[in-house]
């Protein structure tokens, strides 16, 4: 169904009169207002964000600054709870080039920036920012009218922090559809353990020139706490990541070793990233990760269809895979593929396997060089890596989207 906006009517005190508003066009050209005058509005009325309906948890912050500095970029608002929740808001005309994607990667960002900070980091970047001594946080957070300890505070920001335990909003005057579909990407920032919500600020006008600003939740998430990802048949999980799963005391030199080679995994995905062009403007890009493998979602419910992409150092191959979590949605999208058999070879080219024979569909390719660590041998990995990331996006995301809407109508 089309989202659609209502019309607000404006009664007068004696009944007598209805005046309708006039829903104004989006970006500071329509309706005038910049992104720094939305700012200026959540910081001060912080209770026009519906955020009790996104999530009760984060429900009533106290505003503490706006542009607060981060090694990734500047916090448009920064509001902390009484409990010590964090609640950063990216606020976005939604006319704006970057008012698509790129908004949800920095909020992303941002996250995982603050994920890294204690409460004393916060509190030094805040002081900063409002040009007062002590602890801002926490004063600010008391002349909202809270009684809060203050050790109590700090340790409950702390591990929220470290936790990741964070609202993160994204403001606009209008959101459209390809930022709706932000789940495909928040699967590969699982390690915060963040709410995400949707809110846009149409913004009306009346007869007399007044301005009504109407804020409504489009989208939440549930709060992510970890993904499961299928690897394909024969790829197995890195060194570091067995260890990490079964939860063994690493010694120094150990975790040394485990450093480097997270650094050397994420340098290559980097560089993919870096070198790697989309056709589909609306296919999310995941952040560069640590492990083995990464993963673009494909909008189906619960993340549950996504093409894996991945390196295999021990076998110095590198490689694709449709994937899905077992007996879900996303697995019934994959498996509606199986008429396009065919067209699906044609349009992938020689060397994609394409089964839809067993128990689950297999549509993969994979390339193996001498020495993945061997600068040649790299160059050449990422290269067939990229072309074939965009090729397999081009023929499978609309497919399993389309897989994913005859599902819905049935």
Not at 108 to 114: F, G, H, P, S, V
Not at 124 to 144: F, I, K, Q, W
Not at 223 to 244: H, K, N, Q, W, Y
Request: proline share 6%; glycine share 8%; hydrophobic share 40%.
């Amino acid at each position: 169904m089309a989202r659609q906006h209502s019309t607000p009517l404006v009664i007068s005190g004696d009944g007598a009169s209805v005046v309708t508003a006039r829903l104004l066009e989006l970006g500071g050209g329509g309706h005038g207002m910049t992104e720094a005058a939305i700012q200026d509005l959540i910081h001060r009325f912080p209770s026009c964000l519906p955020i009790a309906e996104i999530d009760p948890l984060f429900a009533n912050p106290v505003p503490i600054c706006r542009e607060l500095s981060t090694p990734a970029g500047p916090i448009d608002n920064f509001m902390v709870t009484p409990t010590g929740l964090p609640v950063l808001a990216e606020c976005k005309l939604w006319r704006n080039p970057e008012g698509r994607r790129e908004v949800v990667g920095q909020i992303l960002d941002y996250a995982k920036e603050l994920a890294l900070w204690t409460s004393s980091d916060l509190q030094r970047e805040a002081s900063r920012r409002v040009g007062r001594e002590g602890n801002v946080l926490l004063d600010l957070v008391r002349a909202a009218g809270n009684d809060v300890d203050e050790i109590s505070f700090n340790d409950a920001l702390t591990v929220n922090l470290r936790r990741g335990r964070f609202l993160l909003l994204i403001v606009g005057d209008g959101i459209r559809v390809g930022v709706e579909t932000i789940t495909e990407y928040l699967q590969g920032h699982s390690g915060l353990h963040f709410t995400l919500g949707l809110v846009e600020m149409p913004i009306y006008q009346l007869a007399d020139g007044a301005r009504i600003v109407v804020p409504r939740v489009l989208a939440k998430t549930q709060t992510i706490v970890r993904s499961v990802i299928a690897l394909p048949d024969g790829l197995a999980l890195s060194e570091d990541e067995e260890e990490e799963s079964s939860g063994s005391i690493e010694s120094p030199e150990r975790r040394a070793g485990r450093e480097r080679r997270n650094a050397i995994r994420q340098s290559f995905w980097q560089d993919f990233l870096a070198g790697l062009h989309l056709d589909d403007p609306d296919q999310m890009r995941p952040p560069p990760a640590l492990g083995g493998h990464i993963v673009f979602k494909f909008g189906a419910p619960g993340g549950s269809s996504w093409l894996t992409v991945y390196r295999d150092v021990r076998t110095n191959r590198v490689g694709l895979d449709l994937s899905s979590n077992r007996n879900s949605v996303g697995e019934r999208a994959s498996k509606a593929l199986a008429p396009q058999a065919e067209e699906l070879a044609a349009e992938l080219g020689p060397g994609v396997t394409i089964d839809f024979e067993g128990d689950r569909p297999i549509i993969a390719q994979d390339f193996t060089v001498r020495d993945l660590e061997n600068p040649e041998d790299r160059a050449r990995a990422l290269n067939w890596l990229q072309e074939r990331t965009n090729a397999f996006i081009n023929a499978l995301r609309p497919r399993i989207r389309s897989a994913l809407r005859a599902l819905v109508e049935e």
